[in-house]
C-alpha cells in the first residue's frame, strides 16, 4: 500500500514559480515510478512528469524547459519545480505511484494523492 500526500499549492501570477511536494509513505526499496499530474476544469487528465527509483525522469512536451521533477529519496519525498508559470499551468496538481521495473506509463498509476490547487492569474 503506497500514500501520497501533496502540498505546495497556491495562487502565483504568470511568469512565477511554485514548487510542488509529495510525501510518499510505501515499500521505496522496490522498484517504483512516481507521478504527477494535472487535472483543469473540464479537461482530461495529463501527465505531467515521472521520476523512476533510478532517478531517470520524463517531463511532457507540454511543460518541457520549465518544469523539472526530482526526488529526495532519504526524505520519501517527490518534487515538481514549476517556472515560469502560464495561465493554462491552472489545475489540480495530483502525485501517483506505482510499483514497476522499467518506462513509467502514464496509464499504469493506481496509488494517488488528493491533489493540490494551482492557479496562475495574469
Known amino acids: 500500500q503506497v500514500q501520497l500526500v501533496e502540498s505546495g499549492g497556491g495562487s502565483v501570477q504568470s511568469g512565477g514559480s511554485l514548487r510542488l511536494s509529495c510525501t510518499v509513505s510505501?515499500?521505496?526499496?522496490?522498484?517504483?515510478?512516481l507521478g504527477w499530474f494535472r487535472q483543469a476544469p473540464g479537461k482530461e487528465r495529463e501527465g505531467v512528469a515521472t521520476?523512476?527509483?533510478?532517478?531517470?525522469?520524463f517531463i511532457a512536451d507540454s511543460v518541457k524547459g520549465r518544469f523539472t521533477v526530482s526526488q529526495e529519496k532519504r526524505k520519501n519525498m517527490m518534487y515538481l519545480l514549476m517556472d515560469i508559470l502560464r495561465t493554462e499551468d491552472t489545475a489540480m496538481y495530483y502525485c501517483?505511484?506505482?510499483?514497476?521495473?522499467?518506462?513509467?506509463?502514464?496509464?499504469?498509476?493506481?496509488?494517488w494523492g488528493q491533489g493540490t490547487q494551482v492557479t496562475v492569474s495574469i
Open positions: 501517483a505511484a506505482y510499483y514497476h521495473d522499467g518506462f513509467c506509463w502514464w496509464d499504469e498509476f493506481d496509488y
Open positions: 510505501g515499500d521505496t526499496a522496490k522498484d517504483y515510478c
Open positions: 521520476i523512476r527509483s533510478d532517478g531517470s525522469t
